[in-house]
């Protein structure tokens, strides 16, 4: 006659079952809950529009930071030709993809900003100017970029003032970062 129970196998399945759920659940969401990837796309963000700032007051040029749903790249004012152009040349300032999910958030003095895609096949000349300036003087636009991820709606935002100092609110807290 067999007794009524389970047997160890079946207890030690169920345990592995439950950590690997729990794992996942950890990994997911987080240990502290906040996103990571948000965090850091907003630390690169900031970070290289600092370096902007400090570049336009010591070389004496304009710069910019054009947006798009997904995507963002730094620009250049060129005098000579009237234009704003690519900073392909310089590695940390060229166009960089947000990892799948993200996606941007723009708003100009309280005022939503609808963000469209750029060709890339454009030539230099047909691209759209910059959302976002830093001038030569220090000062810059105000804006507050978002990222946004879209499963869970977490978010990260950098934030910019007219003299050019910026600021980044984590996806759990606020980091003031000048």
Not at 16 to 35: K, Q
Not at 59 to 69: A, V
Request: avoid cysteine; glycine fraction near 6%; proline fraction near 4%.
């Amino acid at each position: 006659m067999r007794s009524k129970g389970f047997t160890l196998v079946e207890i030690l399945v169920v345990v592995v079952i439950i950590a690997v759920v729990i794992s996942l659940t950890v990994l997911s969401v987080g240990v502290t809950g906040h996103d990571a990837q948000l965090d850091d796309e907003t630390r690169r963000i900031a970070g290289l529009m600092d370096l902007l700032h400090e570049r336009a007051l010591l070389e004496g040029r304009d710069f910019g930071l054009r947006i798009e749903p997904s995507a963002y790249e730094f620009v250049v004012y060129e005098p000579t030709y009237d234009r704003w152009q690519r900073m392909d040349q310089e590695h940390e300032f060229r166009h960089r993809e947000l990892p799948n999910g993200l996606s941007f958030q723009l708003q100009l003095d309280s005022q939503t900003v609808v963000l469209k895609p750029v060709d890339r096949n454009l030539v230099s000349s047909q691209l759209p100017n910059p959302q976002l300036a830093i001038a030569a003087s220090g000062e810059g636009t105000p804006f507050r970029l978002t990222l946004v991820r879209e499963q869970t709606k977490a978010k990260a935002s950098v934030d910019g003032d007219a003299l050019g100092r910026i600021s980044r609110e984590n996806s759990n807290q606020q980091d003031k970062h000048t």
